[in-house]
């Protein structure tokens, strides 16, 4: 069983920047690939971005690209997200997600949830 545990939202200016973080209970965390989703209100949860457990592979949603920048570190069991040039449409709950294999993620189906953590833009 693993615990994920997000922290690091809050409110920010449109093109400021925000890093998020994922920690996780549990040693085989770090076999895992794992990735970052988000929800914005009114609409479905969708795919951010997710890195192999290696941290070799990382995949991005269009929507993210060149802009968001995931990473992890395994020797403390924690997943990164660096968002910069954040705008107000970036404005969701993002949730941390683990299990399976790169493409178990990004197709939605991992096995670990975290609570997720609020992030907010300003215009």
């Known amino acids: 069983q693993v615990q994920l545990a997000e922290s690091g939202g809050g409110l920010v200016q449109a093109g400021g920047s925000l890093r998020l973080s994922c920690t996780a209970s549990?040693?085989?965390?770090?076999?895992?690939?794992t990735g970052w989703f988000r929800q914005a209100p009114g609409k479905e949860r969708e795919f951010a971005a997710g890195i192999s457990w290696t941290g070799g592979s990382t995949y991005y949603a269009d929507s993210v690209k060149g802009r968001f920048t995931i990473s992890r570190d395994n020797a403390k069991n924690t997943v990164y997200l660096q968002m910069n040039s954040l705008k107000p449409e970036d404005t969701a709950v993002y949730y941390c997600?683990?299990?399976?294999?790169?493409?178990?993620?990004?197709?939605?189906?991992?096995?670990?949830w975290g609570q997720g953590t609020q992030v907010t833009v300003s215009s």
């Open positions: 549990g040693r085989t965390f770090r076999s895992y690939a």
């Open positions: 997600a683990a299990g399976g294999t790169l493409d178990s993620v990004v197709s939605g189906t991992p096995w670990y």
